[in-house]
């Protein structure tokens, strides 16, 4: 079966669906075993787990694709606003 060419398209920038998945899923396992994940509130667990994605984008995929670079720093934008100030 053919892939669609919006999945062509991505594979060449994000790298393949399996291989983001496996570093993606590594990296929130070990977010998730910290002592203090349980106590964060539901925006900064998105966020942690947005830029997990992007990082596994990045190992998998093209690293000088500057739009993984900025999705990041968007979301650790997010992250901060959430804080208590």
Wanted: with cysteine.
């Amino acid at each position: 079966m053919d892939r669609p060419e919006l999945l062509q398209s991505r594979e060449k920038t994000h790298g393949s669906f399996a291989t983001n998945a496996e570093v993606s899923q590594g990296l929130k396992y070990k977010f998730r075993r910290q002592n203090h994940y349980e106590q964060m509130s539901d925006v900064h667990k998105e966020a942690l787990d947005m830029i997990a994605l992007k990082i596994s984008r990045i190992l998998s995929g093209q690293a000088s694709f500057k739009d993984h670079w900025d999705d990041i720093a968007g979301y650790a934008h997010l992250g901060a606003e959430a804080c208590i100030k």
